[in-house]
């Protein structure tokens, strides 16, 4: 009778036990949870108001390309998971574009309009905080920015396909702006449109977005007219208006404006990357892993190139992107657009910029930038 007794008070205790088990989590732990992110959010934000007054007027940008790529580096490092890096990533730089609107406002043009790949390169260079200038031309972007009606401007420089974009290495040639960052963001086309693929009639796009897709263009719609418009945005606009036209564009474009996703990744090239210069008045500091972009001109005569890059050779300087542009005029002359690792403060780019100055018609220093990981 004992041995029942004491078995029932253990059943007891068991029904006892599961009656008091709380879930594992619960909506008011989630809520306390929330409160403890928006609350260190806020204290961060305070923080970085403090410290951007307590600095003399004028001291530092309002962006500086090597500390936020630096954050975000810290902030992957330390997540354990699960969440993936990517969603860390996000998180972070919409919480540092908030924190600097908040210490100084920063404005950024760039080649509009909203969902062009420029924007989408801006939106991973600064956030979806600052305060945004689309506009129309390239040339626009350097004059607003020449002309201080923005802090920082976001250009595009060279694509993996097309090569240089000759527009902003002519604006190089002609205003004093700087370059201080970089994003190198991988191009996906996708083709959009409000009818049936076999329904496309024409297909609308800006002239390199219809180039980097001509393959897979000519294979899957070659009765269909391309016509070059100024933009992937104001493609996806058309698409959305005009019976039996699609549009090469982003994902994100169609989304604006109600499209049907009729092909995805259709660029010819499944590494198309375009890369981006952000410019602005100054140089970005020195971090120890840096690029320095500069142009020259040369005499025209025999051997006046290979002289010239014989310079860096001797000076351990290793370019890492060279093109040659046409100067407008007459005469048949080059500027020639280089860069190369290190920063303009380092000794041996030091000596080789001195060196080459002797030998050249024309140098210029475009700026000095940290090496930035590919967006996502």
């Avoid at 007794?5 to 594992?24: D, I, L, W």
């Avoid at 290495?169 to 086309?189: A, Y």
Wanted: hydrophobic share 40%; charged share 25%.
């Amino acid at each position: 009778m004992m041995a029942k007794k004491k078995a029932k008070k253990t059943t007891t205790q068991k029904k006892g036990t599961e009656k008091t088990t709380r879930p594992v989590s619960s909506g008011a732990d989630l809520g306390r949870l929330d409160r403890q992110i928006v609350k260190a959010l806020n204290e961060r934000a305070r923080l970085v108001v403090k410290m951007a007054q307590q600095q003399p007027p004028g001291e530092k940008p309002g962006f500086v390309a090597s500390e936020d790529d630096a954050v975000l580096a810290r902030a992957v490092q330390s997540s354990k998971g699960p969440l993936p890096e990517m969603t860390i990533r996000a998180v972070f730089r919409e919480l540092l574009g908030g924190c600097r609107k908040l210490a100084k406002g920063v404005r950024v043009a760039y080649l509009g309009p909203m969902h062009s790949y420029s924007h989408l390169a801006a939106l991973h260079r600064f956030g979806q905080t600052v305060e945004f200038l689309p506009v129309g031309t390239i040339a626009a972007v350097f004059e607003e920015v020449d002309q201080a009606h923005a802090d920082f401007g976001l250009v595009p420089i060279e694509n993996s396909t097309d090569g240089r974009i000759s527009d902003t290495l002519d604006m190089f040639t002609k205003l004093p702006v700087r370059i201080c960052g970089e994003v190198e963001l991988p191009i996906r086309h996708a083709l959009l449109g409000r009818c049936a693929r076999d329904e496309v009639r024409e297909v609308y796009s800006k002239p390199q977005a219809i180039s980097q897709c001509r393959n897979w263009l000519a294979k899957h719609l070659p009765t269909a007219r391309p016509i070059e418009v100024t933009s992937t945005s104001t493609a996806a606009q058309l698409a959305s208006e005009k019976p039996g036209a699609a549009a090469i564009a982003s994902v994100q474009a169609g989304a604006h404006y109600g499209l049907e996703i009729l092909a995805e990744r259709i660029e010819d090239n499944p590494r198309n990357m375009t890369r981006f210069s952000v410019i602005g008045k100054h140089s970005a500091p020195r971090t120890g892993r840096d690029k320095t972009a500069m142009l020259f001109q040369l005499e025209d005569r025999s051997g006046a190139l290979a002289e010239a890059l014989g310079v860096f050779k001797r000076h351990r300087v290793n370019l890492t992107w060279i093109e040659s542009y046409p100067i407008p005029g007459p005469e048949r002359a080059y500027l020639f657009f280089v860069e190369m690792e290190g920063h303009e403060t380092d000794l041996r780019v030091r000596r080789a910029t001195t060196t080459l100055g002797k030998k050249t018609l024309r140098l210029e220093i475009l700026g000095s930038f940290p090496v930035s990981p590919p967006a996502e």
